[in-house]
T-cell receptor
């Protein structure tokens, strides 16, 4: 079946540090891939997406590239801010309306 | 921006009481999803609807949980009787069924505490 594996958290960084959150997936077809972000006390918000191999999704300084050869969709940001502190979820959709989520990675950015 | 609206935002009640959570999906969306989030289990899909018809409720404890869509603008999730282990944040999400690359849009959740 389809699955998403994210790096275990929590991740703690200093402001302006480089961020990578690893995400790999298993899917039978050609899924669409998503990163969602959840700020404290809020629901999940779509951060970025990619729908086919080699697509790069980007938003708010975050980027992720759909790598079919390594079945990965790692999230990166060059310089994190305190306001980026949140939980990040990697997810896929593969011919179904249902999203398959990773377990989430909590990011804390200290000033 | 259109949003998924959930009510109430917070609910505290005693075990054994009935709990009803409501969700107004984004106008025009034809799929609705109910999720539960806990520290231990993370994000779990409880049930989902397409065009108001229930398609999958395999994630939901059938003996005490029920989910319905009385009309296209309202989805409900009921727990009767409630138990302390039901304490969690319950999220509703909505989306389109016609394209696999479209995301789901989430509400801000109902934080439920069963004493």
């Amino acid at each position: 079946g389809n699955s998403v594996t994210q790096m275990e958290g929590p991740v703690t960084l200093s402001e302006e540090a480089f961020l990578t959150i690893n995400c790999t997936y298993t899917a039978t077809g050609y899924p669409s891939l998503f990163w969602y972000v959840q700020y404290p006390g809020e629901g999940l918000q779509l951060l970025l997406k990619a729908t086919k191999a080699d697509d790069k999704g980007s938003n708010k300084g975050f980027e992720a590239t759909y790598r079919k050869e390594t079945t990965s969709f790692h999230l990166e940001k060059g310089s994190v801010q305190v306001s980026d502190s949140a939980v990040y979820f990697c997810a896929l959709k593969d011919g179904s309306e249902k999203l398959v989520f990773g377990k989430g990675t909590k990011l804390t950015v200290n000033p | 921006d259109a949003r998924v609206t959930q009510t109430p935002r917070h609910k505290v009640t005693e075990m054994g009481q009935e709990v009803t959570m409501r969700c107004q999906p984004i106008l025009g969306h034809n799929t609705v999803f109910w999720y539960r989030q806990t520290m231990m289990q993370g994000l779990e899909l409880l049930a989902y609807f397409r065009n108001r018809a229930p398609l999958d409720d395999s994630g939901m404890p059938k003996d005490r949980f029920s989910a319905e869509m009385p009309d296209a603008t309202l989805a409900t999730l009921k727990i009767q009787p409630s138990e302390p282990r039901d304490s969690a944040v319950y999220f509703c999400a909505s989306g389109f069924s016609d394209s696999s690359n479209q995301p789901q849009h989430f509400g801000d959740g109902t934080r439920l505490s069963i004493l």
